[in-house]
């Protein structure tokens, strides 16, 4: 899947997460399921539908900045276009030319960014990462704002496998 898909992609599911929806004709998010740190959640219809396992970050650095609100979600389309597919969604811009990194134990994975989103570039970087997920207990982002700011998180993985599973339940 080509970086201007992907990001098109991702951008019409958080549609409704960001703070004007882009049409009345969208739908809203349904919550599918919530399992421990992750709740799942669906929108559209037909091949149009997507389906998503998301959780915000149990601890944000620096804790002297306004992060905004920061999500780790991997999405399903019916359609196929997407299959749990892991983006990371920042509250501010970040800064494109240094890569976000995301990293569960001792594995790496590099995410491209564009505006206020980050990718993994790969398909099979995408499913190693979520494979560390299902098996990890946390994960970590590290980013850098637009502005300079060096930034981490971490995200709990408790309940993702579950989650994961229902995301692709909701989108057969």
Not at 59 to 72: A, M, Q
Not at 73 to 89: H, I, R
Not at 100 to 118: D, I, L
Not at 141 to 157: D, E, H, M, N, P
Request: proline share 3%; hydrophobic share 40%; glycine share 6%.
């Amino acid at each position: 899947m080509t970086h201007t898909r992907k990001l098109l992609a991702v951008m019409a599911m958080l549609t409704p997460l960001c703070a004007a929806p882009i049409a009345q004709a969208q739908s809203k998010p349904k919550l599918e399921g919530t399992y421990t740190d992750w709740s799942v959640y669906s929108r559209g219809s037909g091949n149009n539908r997507t389906c998503y396992a998301l959780a915000k970050p149990k601890v944000l650095s620096p804790k002297s900045v306004n992060h905004g609100d920061i999500y780790f979600m991997v999405s399903n389309w019916k359609s196929g276009a997407a299959t749990e597919q892991p983006s990371f969604l920042a509250g501010y811009t970040l800064k494109t030319t240094r890569s976000a990194v995301a990293s569960v134990g001792s594995s790496k994975y590099t995410m491209y960014g564009s505006a206020n989103e980050a990718f993994i570039e790969s398909s099979s970087s995408e499913r190693a990462l979520v494979s560390k997920m299902r098996a990890g207990a946390t994960m970590k982002i590290k980013a850098v704002s637009a502005r300079g700011t060096q930034v981490s998180y971490q995200f709990s993985l408790k309940g993702i496998t579950a989650a994961l599973k229902r995301a692709k339940v909701a989108c057969r």
